[in-house]
């Protein structure tokens, strides 16, 4: 890989990328049975090159912004260099926002060039929030039918430069993109992350997971997640891997994609991987009692060796056909963007295949801590990255508190929000808000967020994302527990109790079966920590594009209904 | 060549079969997801239920923010 700690900017660092591994294949884009696109990185030079001196000749200077809307392929990360290549700020959205909130973000983050795609394109265009955006002067398009009305906007396949595009050099300091973090509440915030944030949590994150030429990566996230646009594009191609695209995300074809291309490394998010930790355990059920037998004893081997630290060729040995499932070559899963259900965690390491769980936000790069398997924890989120210093502030007397960061992957602020940055970087440190503490190992743990929480009347705090986990696997469609004081503010700090909100499945009632089944649940927890009562939602539960819980909406949705008669007793 | 109609009650038949709910219990109007009471990932196999039967190739930018049986049986129609 390249040593990133002599580089200033991605845009240098990719550009001796593309021709370190001139010959490497770099991105191969899949399209169910059809493979679209297979480039090297020479050929994915030749495809940028153009572009970035078309944006040049189109009068796209450095410092200005460029927004990609568009879904995980080729195109994104071909675009994306052409604007880092011309000294741009890259300004990722969110395709599965409405047109309307992509307008009001490419008018907030004062966007002059848009790359997106037809289908896109075609609401967008359609949608009267348009007149936001008064900065954006180019809009490119790809994949548009040959008869298609663009609506003023110009093709990407033929926007193209004919001589060599001027390389524009910039500082660490400068700003590299644009980033909007979902959040789980509230507005979203355009995080300003600088060329050496990028660097910096590159280096920390390879020096754990490294790439190398010959290994692929399944770029499932959406690549304007801060994940995927690391480990699905900066990441591999500083150290010459290969990114593989899926045009489409139906399961089946997911799931082929494992086997047909031997991906090494995969993002997925807490929902996506506890289905597949169901799919498995439906098909593990459904073998012959012998055959389950046999199974679980290997199981059962495979956790005895691998206690300590992972043995992944063991592991492919030991439990062959789970392993050719997911293609032989997988190294580890990685899952973000979510707290991750420790249940879930431990499911996929007794099989053998590595979760690197870690926690990270946006604001900070990214990952702050990685589970680096020595040995496995499923219950924690893993120690601190190189370079990131993280400390408990307040902590009570069980040594939780909020955990802060410092380090050189920390955002240099909101745009356009001198107050709000202010008041998340305090002297240097990101406050973020999260609640967690250090064990003796020197691992972090979790308890929730700072303003969803009680106090109880014995003087304990209470983190209800804490004891959600008591009740994994409850047979409702989804549940989450609150705060009811935070539901329903109250000016009392005594007498706060907790409550558990249930999404039931179709036709499923609230049945005594069901009651007893989470009192049951309910008595293992420590008396101070049981929830007091049930309120029924009947709607799925509002979350962000990660897939989070947005939990103030939530609240604000069930405060609606009227406290006394919403509140069943449990 | 179907009429809409026809293939929207087809779409309600095949989504009643697949996820096992009474077939007059579905209407053209209805959201998907909180009728049948399914996520996303299961809504995907629902299309490829649904492509299969019709044989078409629904992209997923064709679905992007589709929620009700009646606009999915006409994204179909549109590629019969």
Known sequence: ?570 | MRTIDQTTQEVLTLASKHFQVPADSLAPDDDFFKKLGIDSLQALELLSRLENHFGIELPDYEVQGVSDFRTLASRIQSRL
């Open chain 1, 1 to 570: 890989m390249l040593d990133l700690s002599k580089y200033q900017s991605i845009g240098a660092a990719l550009k001796d990328a593309l021709d370190q591994f001139a010959n490497e294949v770099c991105l191969i884009e899949s399209d169910r049975e059809r493979e679209k696109e297979r480039l090297t990185y020479h050929d994915f030079k030749e495809r940028a090159h153009p572009l970035a001196r078309a944006l040049q000749d189109a009068g796209f200077k450095p410092n200005d912004r460029a927004a990609i809307i568009m879904t995980n392929q080729s195109k994104w990360l071909i675009s994306a260099y052409a604007i880092f290549y011309s000294g741009g700020v890259l300004v990722p959205l969110d395709y599965k926002l409405t047109p309307d909130e992509q307008w009001q973000l490419l008018a907030h983050s004062n966007a002059s060039v848009l790359v997106t795609e037809y289908p896109i394109w075609r609401q967008l265009a359609a949608s009267p929030s348009r007149s936001l955006a008064t900065n954006l002067r180019t809009i490119l398009v790809t994949e548009a039918p040959p008869n298609a009305d663009l609506s003023n906007a110009k093709r990407w396949e033929e926007f193209r430069g004919n001589s060599e595009p001027t390389f524009i050099a910039r500082q660490r300091s400068d700003i590299a993109t644009i980033v909007y973090s979902s959040g789980t509440g509230g507005r979203p915030k355009g995080c300003m992350m600088t060329h050496e944030n990028y660097l910096e949590q590159c280096i920390a994150l390879t020096s754990i997971y490294p790439f190398s030429p010959g290994m692929r990566y399944l770029s499932i996230l959406p690549t304007n997640h801060a994940i995927d646009f690391m480990v699905g594009f900066f990441g591999p191609f500083i150290c010459g891997a290969a990114v593989v695209h899926l045009r489409t995300l139906r399961p089946e074809y997911v799931r082929e994609a494992f086997s047909k291309y031997k991906i090494t490394y995969v993002s997925l998010v807490p929902l996506v991987l506890k289905n597949l930790q169901k799919g498995l355990q439906e098909r593990l059920e459904a073998l012959p009692n012998g055959k389950r037998k046999v199974f679980n004893a290997l199981v059962a081997i495979n956790k005895g060796f691998t206690k300590g630290q992972s043995r992944l060729g063991l592991s492919r040995r030991l439990l062959k056909q789970v392993h050719e499932a997911f293609g032989g070559e997988l190294r580890a899963i990685i899952v973000g963007g979510a707290f991750t259900e420790p249940q879930t965690l431990q499911f996929f390491y007794d099989l053998g295949i590595p979760v690197a769980n870690g926690y990270g936000l946006t604001e900070a790069g990214t990952a702050i801590t990685v589970n680096d398997l020595k040995p496995f924890r499923a219950d924690t989120v893993g120690k601190p990255l190189p370079g990131m210093q993280v400390r408990i502030l307040n902590p009570d007397s069980e040594g939780i508190g909020e955990v802060s960061v410092r380090s050189k992957t920390v955002m240099s602020g909101y745009v356009n929000e001198p107050e709000l940055t202010a008041e998340t970087i305090v002297d240097g440190w990101l406050m973020t808000g999260d609640l967690g503490r250090f064990d003796p190992t020197g691992h972090l743990q979790l308890f929730g967020r700072k303003k969803n929480m009680i106090v109880t009347e014995e003087g304990k705090n209470i983190y209800p994302e804490d004891i959600e986990t008591a009740f994994e696997s409850l047979p409702v469609k989804e549940f989450c527990i609150f705060a009811a004081n935070y539901v329903w503010p109250k000016r009392s700090m005594v007498g706060e109790q907790l409550l558990l909100v249930l999404h039931l499945e179709q036709d499923q009632t609230l049945s005594d079966d069901l009651r007893r089944y989470i009192s049951a649940r309910n008595s293992r927890l420590l008396n101070y920590k049981r929830v007091h009562g049930i309120v029924l939602f009947d709607e799925d539960f509002p979350r962000t594009a990660s897939l989070k819980i947005k939990r103030n909406i939530l609240a604000e949705r069930l405060a609606q209904q009227d406290r006394a008669s919403a509140v069943l007793p449990l």
